[in-house]
Nanobody, 116 residues
């Protein structure tokens, strides 16, 4: 079992910044690729960013490239998403995700609302 707990969401004006965090309970955290997804009202959940176990390789959705930065601290079992130049279309529930042995684990999500 893996528990993922997101935090850091909130209400921000367009152009502003937020930093999301994900705390993981897994003892194998440091060997896992982690990811952020988001789901806006009435839309399907979509990929935002991912980071490999070492932190060396990162991947981003085109819609956030250049504005968001994913990082991790394996010593603290945490992953972060720094979000800059936020836009109203970034409004969504943001989820932390990890796959272990073919099973996908999700946190409860943290709400990000960007006002225009």
């Amino acid at each position: 079992q893996v528990q993922l707990v997101e935090s850091g969401g909130g209400l921000v004006q367009a152009g502003g910044s937020l930093r999301l965090s994900c705390a993981a309970s897994s003892r194998t955290f440091s060997s896992l690729t982690m990811a952020w997804f988001r789901q806006a009202p009435g839309k399907e959940r979509e990929f935002v960013a991912s980071i490999t176990w070492s932190g060396r390789d990162t991947y981003y959705a085109d819609s956030v490239k250049g504005r968001f930065t994913i990082s991790r601290d394996n010593a603290k079992n945490t992953m972060s998403l720094q979000m800059n130049s936020l836009k109203p279309e970034d409004t969504a529930l943001y989820y932390c995700n990890v796959e272990i042995g073919g099973t996908s684990y999700w946190g409860q999500g943290t709400q990000v609302t960007v006002s225009s």
